[in-house]
């Protein structure tokens, strides 16, 4: 196997320097039918960036079969799966982001985001913006330590870009600013500020109860994919919590080290939290690795009426073909939507759960909207 993997390793490399051979590849990709294109799009990619996971080679076949890498192959843990075929291809997720990304001008910038919602008159479901700091110059009714002082808590959030990054959480206790739970002044808080970047000065929201007990050193945002059939209501394909950790920080991105635990849409429980470790491995948590609180089987207060309500929200959200939204569950057992994705890296959170093309409904959206499956 060693021997297998060097030999693969110098075809990688032979490849990686030879860009007509990669184009030729690259071509090919878009002209074959389903699964041949999938097959190509996951053997370029492993081909050029390295294979990151020692797997027999008949596994390797039936992952590149399936159109996955070699990470998420053993992520999805599809060696014991039953139904392999259900789990949507590197290359259809890809193909999904330019079919499926009407609008996404309205969900890259948040700004924009904020205005369309207020257009909508769905401005009581999003967090209130206080102003906009631009140039590293905050413009705002009040000065920033001002407003600081006015609110106890507020998060300085960048406009754009996606993965938690940026985000600027500040807080007045004991007297003290807190910068992301550290000990500063204004002039630290204004050192932290890109000046290069545009933040939107927004309300900190307070979480449910329960997920104040699971993590309360971050927000922990419930992630929902929706999909927008033509002459449909939208509907939930996938939902899961994301949970933050010590690793995390202040975020609860899988990407800086969060958890995802999986929710049962009809009864709002959680299934035990994944935690991504090195690439193909993860580790499962029935309790928070750093509170020790329960996560598996614990059911979100009142679900089928937050369920029920953001679908109706949905109703008049209908400019969009599919969005990854970030909800946040409040303490009053209601919610506040953060912000909208079209652009999803590869449904990883969601996948590492279940199949995405379990259900029926979700297949055929695909199918219709012309996403190879």
């Given at each position: ?168 959480f500040c807080e007045i206790k004991n007297h003290y600013i807190l910068i992301n739970g550290k000990k500063g002044k204004m002039e630290n808080l204004n050192s932290n500020i890109e000046k290069s970047c545009r933040y939107l000065v927004m309300e900190y929201c307070k979480q449910a109860d329960f997920l104040q007990k699971i993590y309360p050193r971050s927000a922990n945002t419930v992630r929902i994919l929706t999909l927008y059939p033509e002459y449909e209501d939208p509907f939930i394909a996938h939902a899961y919590l994301r949970i933050g950790t010590n690793k995390s920080g202040r975020v609860d991105n899988i990407s800086q080290g969060g958890l995802t635990a ?112």
């Amino acid at each position: 196997m060693v021997q297998d993997l060097t030999k693969i390793d110098q075809i990688r490399k032979n490849l990686s320097n030879n860009g007509p051979i990669v184009g030729l590849l690259s071509g090919l990709r878009y002209l074959s039918p389903p699964p041949l294109n999938g097959v190509i799009h996951v053997v370029i990619k492993e081909l050029t960036n390295g294979l990151k996971v020692d797997l027999p080679l008949k596994h390797r076949i039936k992952a590149y079969k399936l159109g996955l890498p070699s990470d998420k192959y053993c992520e999805y843990g599809i060696k014991k799966s039953s139904t392999p075929n259900l789990y949507l291809s590197e290359f259809s997720a890809q193909i999904s982001y330019s079919k499926l990304g009407k609008n996404e001008a309205l969900l890259s910038d948040k700004e924009k985001f904020y205005e369309y919602m207020c257009k909508k008159n769905l401005r009581k479901f999003t967090p209130t913006v206080y102003g906009i700091i631009k140039n590293g110059i905050y413009m705002g009714e009040k000065n920033l330590l001002g407003l600081l002082n006015e609110k106890g808590r507020i998060v300085l959030k960048p406009s754009k870009g996606s993965g938690g990054k940026g985000i600027i959480f500040c807080e007045i206790k004991n007297h003290y600013i807190l910068i992301n739970g550290k000990k500063g002044k204004m002039e630290n808080l204004n050192s932290n500020i890109e000046k290069s970047c545009r933040y939107l000065v927004m309300e900190y929201c307070k979480q449910a109860d329960f997920l104040q007990k699971i993590y309360p050193r971050s927000a922990n945002t419930v992630r929902i994919l929706t999909l927008y059939p033509e002459y449909e209501d939208p509907f939930i394909a996938h939902a899961y919590l994301r949970i933050g950790t010590n690793k995390s920080g202040r975020v609860d991105n899988i990407s800086q080290g969060g958890l995802t635990a999986e929710i049962d849409l009809e009864t709002g429980r959680l299934s035990s939290a994944v935690e991504f470790l090195s690439p193909g491995e993860i580790k499962l948590h029935e309790k928070h690795p750093d509170t020790g609180s329960q996560i598996k089987n614990v059911s979100i207060p009142k679900w089928n009426l937050i369920k029920n309500k953001f679908l109706n929200i949905n109703q008049k959200l209908r400019d969009f073909d599919m969005v990854v939204w970030d909800v946040l569950l409040t303490k009053k057992e209601d919610f506040i939507i953060l912000e909208g994705n079209n652009k999803c890296p590869h449904f990883r959170g969601s996948q590492v759960h279940s199949p995405l093309l379990e259900k029926r409904k979700t297949r055929e959206f695909f199918r219709t909207n012309g996403i190879p499956i």
